[in-house]
């Protein structure tokens, strides 16, 4: 979050096209998730951060798969705005009472409000 505001891409493609979620992506193989939180995040938004505490987790299902999703906080290094790259289609900051409006993949406005990031889900 930064100032009452969270980072947001709407995806490009694969799971959740179209729709918004928090940057993310797989872990490669070999690599450590704090490497993968700061490569995601790099690669959707351009910025750079410092990895920090596990905010929580989720399990999605669907005919081919299952999904372990972990969601870190990070501290960005610097200022610069956030450019669209990789699998984003598009990203923003979001004030946090506009989140749950927009269309987000699913679950996540759930998991915001259980972890006191957002106060209301519509």
Do not use: N, Q, Y
């Amino acid at each position: 979050m930064f100032d009452e505001k969270l980072l947001l891409v709407r995806r490009g493609h694969g799971p959740g096209a179209g729709l918004w979620s928090l940057p993310g992506g797989r872990v490669e193989r070999g690599e450590l998730l704090a490497e993968a939180v700061l490569r995601e995040l790099r690669e959707e938004t351009g910025l750079d951060a410092v990895c920090g505490a596990l905010v929580g987790w989720v399990e999605r299902l669907d005919d081919e798969h299952h999904f372990v999703i972990l969601d870190f906080e990070v501290t960005l290094l610097d200022g610069r705005e956030p450019v669209a790259g990789d699998d984003a289609a598009e990203v923003r900051w979001v004030p946090l009472h506009e989140v749950a409006e927009r269309r987000l993949v699913d679950g996540l406005a759930e998991f915001l409000h259980d972890h006191a990031i957002i106060e209301t889900i519509i």
